[in-house]
């Protein structure tokens, strides 16, 4: 590409949501040249549009809204004379070496080439779309993301309907259905394809506020409307998550928001051969979150998709350590990792490996709900004991590094009954 503007930093941070400006500004503390790019007009990612509180007990030990974590990220990485550029679209990643890397993007101010030693993808993830999930028929008007609805009720101002009908019970739909309830919509049904809700309990309360109907093992299969949404064809699942004939009935409704998951992005590292594993649709990253691409690390909901801003926070900052110490050292010094592996009813975790160096937190999330469980740690001998385990809710718990250097070539996590 001619005509490009070539300049040099230390680290990369692709993505200006939560993940990438604690990334940014960790790195910017240690002593590191950083620029960090998003593809939005503003910094913050979905924090702006997210205006209730339940952000940043951990990280800023306080509770914030999403657009004061937002600020308080922004107004930090803007005291640290933190380099970016917002509307900055990344065309391509070339890894040329270990220490030699190139990231392409183009913004309103020019194409740049940046010559880099490392790189923190922190590019998030997307919301699931209405045909993903099989819902088939009419594509009139009314058919949303809740992340879409979301933005037009928080950051235009604009209503998307008056009868909704919400597909899935993560935390984003049960929030939406909060939001519209508030602003006098009648939101007529939240229809879960899974026996269990799939947000936090604290929002699965907002239904039984506002007295929304739950459909539990329901899914919506068909969308009807000549010009925009008229109504939505629910059918009820077996254990099996097969469609159990007979079941069928329509609910009346002009809007259908979907909250049906998210999906990290990855595009960009998988195009320069990153691994990734099936379980978490994200890479697969050491305890310093680094890619098995060496000098590339990564964060937040790219890795794996998380309950909480304040974990993504988090992670963004080990990934700038992990910078730091790339940067020293040539590399990462560690020279034999630990295998996390998955053990009974363990979904997904990361991070994949363990240097037995430093203390590690685990995310973790189980593969159904259970009651009086022990988590444990065979090869090492840990174990803790949880009065209750759920699919949505996230696992974080702390390993010392003392424990991961009993084991010799993995660790396994399991979740099981006392």
Not at 25 to 54: S, T, W
Not at 95 to 120: H, L, M
Not at 156 to 164: D, L, V
């Amino acid at each position: 590409m001619s005509g490009l503007h070539i300049i040099q930093y230390d680290v990369v941070v692709i993505g200006g949501g939560p993940a990438g400006m604690a990334a940014a500004v960790k790195a910017k503390e240690l002593g590191l040249n950083v620029l960090l790019l998003d593809d939005n007009e503003y910094l913050g990612g979905i924090l702006p549009q997210c205006i209730h509180p339940g952000f940043g007990i951990h990280y800023f030990k306080e509770e914030l809204t999403g657009p004061e974590f937002a600020y308080r990220l922004t107004k930090r990485a803007l005291e640290l004379g933190v380099d970016y550029y917002t509307a900055a679209r990344v065309l391509e990643i070339k890894n040329y070496s270990d220490i030699e890397k190139v990231v392409i993007f183009s913004s309103p101010k020019g194409a740049f080439e940046v010559w880099t030693k490392t790189i923190i993808y922190a590019a998030g993830a997307r919301e699931r779309h209405a045909f993903e999930i099989g819902i088939v028929g009419d594509r009139g008007a009314g058919i949303y993301t809740a992340g879409e609805a979301q933005t037009l009720m928080d950051i235009y101002g604009i209503m998307p309907g008056r009868e909704i009908v919400i597909v899935g019970s993560g935390d984003v739909g049960l929030i939406m259905a909060r939001r519209f309830a508030l602003e006098g919509a009648n939101v007529k049904a939240v229809i879960e394809l899974m026996p269990y809700p799939g947000g936090l309990a604290r929002n699965i309360m907002i239904l039984k506020d506002f007295d929304i109907p739950l459909y539990l093992s329901h899914k919506v299969v068909e969308v009807k409307g000549k010009n925009r949404v008229e109504r939505v064809k629910v059918i009820k699942v077996d254990e099996n998550l097969n469609e159990i004939p007979g079941t069928e009935f329509w609910i009346e409704c002009d809007t259908v928001v979907i909250s049906a998951g998210l999906i990290p992005s990855v595009k960009l590292l998988t195009n320069i051969g990153a691994e990734i594993d099936p379980a978490t649709g994200g890479p697969i990253v050491n305890d310093l979150f680094e890619t098995t691409i060496p000098g590339i690390f990564a964060a937040g909901n790219t890795v794996l998709i998380n309950d909480l801003v304040d974990y993504v926070a988090e992670q963004g900052e080990l990934a700038a350590y992990g910078a730091k110490l790339f940067i020293e050292n040539g590399g990462i010094p560690t020279k034999h990792w630990i295998k996390l592996r998955k053990g009974e009813n363990v979904r997904l975790l990361i991070p994949h490996y363990l240097s037995g160096e430093r203390d590690v937190f685990i995310y973790a999330r189980v593969k159904r709900p259970m009651e009086n469980v022990e988590v444990r740690f065979p090869e090492i001998g840990k174990r803790l004991r949880l009065p209750i385990v759920k699919p949505a809710e996230m696992l974080r718990l702390k390993l010392r590094k003392e424990d991961i250097a009993k084991a010799k070539d993995e660790i396994t996590m399991e979740v099981v009954p006392l």
